[in-house]
């Protein structure tokens, strides 16, 4: 997508130049800039949407992630992740459209509320979580808990478990930056290196 920005600000920088000294082509100039950056805006669609979007993180886990593992989000609560993880996720400090399924549910063990219940869950065994980007830097300093993937609207972290049990290494902690941001979740056999995966959402890397 960059590259093809790039020769479309070109043509249509040489097409406005021209249009400067030919006035009656600047209309004509300045659609042929337009469409010359349409194939730049289409690339750059999948790229955005995965800074974006959480689906393309579970693919990225082994498939199906084991039973054993939790799955939790905190203050937030995508849909996606319980469509593309297939099982049913613990909700923390958020219920909004659930309340209703709250209310007939018998047991709360998946409404639960507050930071200590999070540090509970990743004291009795494999555990992965969703958080909001604003969520990190509280979460970090528990020390228990370290990042799996990450884009623009999402931090998923995992405690030592669950990286042991679903072959999976942590970004370091420092890793989460701001601004643009995609780490994807790395493999046991390739753990790559701080800062692998920091992707720019115009790059076709």
Do not use: C
Not at 13 to 35: D, E, N, Q, Y
Not at 74 to 102: H, P
Request: net charge positive; hydrophobic share 45%.
């Amino acid at each position: 997508p960059l590259h093809a920005a790039l020769w479309g600000l070109g043509i249509g920088s040489a097409l406005l130049i021209f249009a400067a000294f030919k006035r009656r082509f600047m209309p004509l100039a300045t659609g042929l800039v337009l469409v010359a950056l349409l194939p730049a805006a289409i690339l750059s669609v999948p790229a955005v949407a995965n800074h974006r979007k959480i689906g393309g993180f579970i693919k990225a886990m082994p498939n199906p992630l084991p039973s054993e593992i939790k799955i939790a989000e905190w203050s937030n609560y995508d849909q996606s992740l319980s469509f593309y993880t297939n099982r049913r996720i613990i909700l923390v400090d958020e219920i909004s459209e659930l309340a209703f399924g709250k209310s007939l549910e018998k047991s709360s063990e998946f409404f639960l509320k507050g930071a200590k219940s999070l540090q509970k869950l990743a004291g009795e065994g494999p555990f992965l979580v969703n958080l909001r980007p604003q969520a990190w830097p509280r979460v970090s300093k528990w020390g228990i808990l370290h990042p799996v993937a990450v884009n623009t609207t999402n931090i998923m972290v995992g405690n030592d478990e669950f990286f042991r049990v679903a072959g999976l290494v942590p970004w370091p902690d420092d890793s989460i930056t701001k601004g643009p941001l995609l780490l994807m979740p790395r493999k046991s056999e390739t753990p790559g290196k701080p800062g692998e995966g920091n992707i720019d959402p115009l790059s076709t890397k």
